[in-house]
């Protein structure tokens, strides 16, 4: 797990070249691209929050309604498309953060590879280009993985025994039960997800660029 990493005093430093970025509200260049794609990326997760919770009411929603019907030999579709629907949504605008953060992510290798930056530049307080890039890279992968889990729930859970007014899988109620109850703790829980790492490399990342 990285570790915020403090300016040293020793001579270690003297090698480096001392850091000339100004101050926040007077970025340029590759500064303000990397502070405002770490502002995009904070901003970016808050709102997959929100949409994750917002999905997870509807997960739950979908599982009871087709547990509650389940005994029932015709059971009408009314309700479920609307929850249908409404997490397909959800999952649409899950998948635009996600590809937001990973184009971020893109764009800081992108400038760690620049043949005019080196690993001694320093933009901010201690770090080089390379570390937002390695930081970056490892939460788009998170959400990657992560949105690849929530697109699939999305896609099956409509179909978990009942589709079209007709059984489609031969599952016995209790093993359809624990494959929505499955779905909705995964939506909840986004195994792909690692919240300690998450909650440690955005801290680095808004300390590093000064939003702290």
Same mark, same amino acid.
């Given at each position: 797990m990285s570790t915020f990493s403090t300016p040293k005093s020793s001579s *270690? /430093?003297? /090698?480096?070249?001392? &850091? &000339?970025?100004?101050? /926040?509200? +007077?970025?340029?260049? @590759?500064?303000?691209?990397?502070?405002?794609?770490?502002?995009?990326?904070?901003?970016?997760? +808050?709102?997959?929050? !929100?949409?994750?919770?917002q999905g997870f009411n509807i997960v739950t929603d979908i599982a009871n309604w087709k547990i509650e019907k389940r005994t029932l030999s015709e059971p009408s579709l009314e309700g479920l498309e609307s929850f249908c629907h409404n997490l397909l949504l959800i999952g649409n605008e899950l998948k635009q953060l996600e590809t937001k953060i990973s184009a971020i992510s893109q764009q800081f290798q992108r400038i760690a590879n620049m043949s005019t930056v080196s690993d001694s530049d320093i933009l901010f307080y201690s770090w080089p280009p390379r570390k937002f890039a390695d930081a970056a890279e490892k939460l788009a992968l998170m959400y990657q993985q992560e949105v690849k889990a929530k697109l699939a729930i999305v896609e099956?859970?409509?179909?978990?025994?009942?589709?079209?007014?007709?059984?489609?899988? @031969?599952?016995?109620?209790? *093993?359809?039960?624990? !494959?929505?109850?499955?779905y909705v703790a995964c939506w909840l829980h986004e195994p792909c997800i690692d919240e300690d790492a998450r909650a440690v490399l955005l801290e680095e990342l808004l300390l590093e660029t000064g939003h702290h």
């Open positions: *270690s /430093q003297k /090698q480096r070249r001392k &850091s &000339s970025t100004p101050k /926040q509200g +007077q970025l340029t260049g @590759l500064p303000r691209k990397i502070s405002d794609g770490v502002a995009d990326i904070y901003n970016s997760i +808050q709102k997959w929050e !929100v949409l994750k919770n099956d859970i409509a179909h978990v025994d009942y589709m079209h007014g007709y059984f489609t899988m @031969l599952r016995s109620p209790e *093993s359809s039960r624990n !494959v929505l109850m499955a």
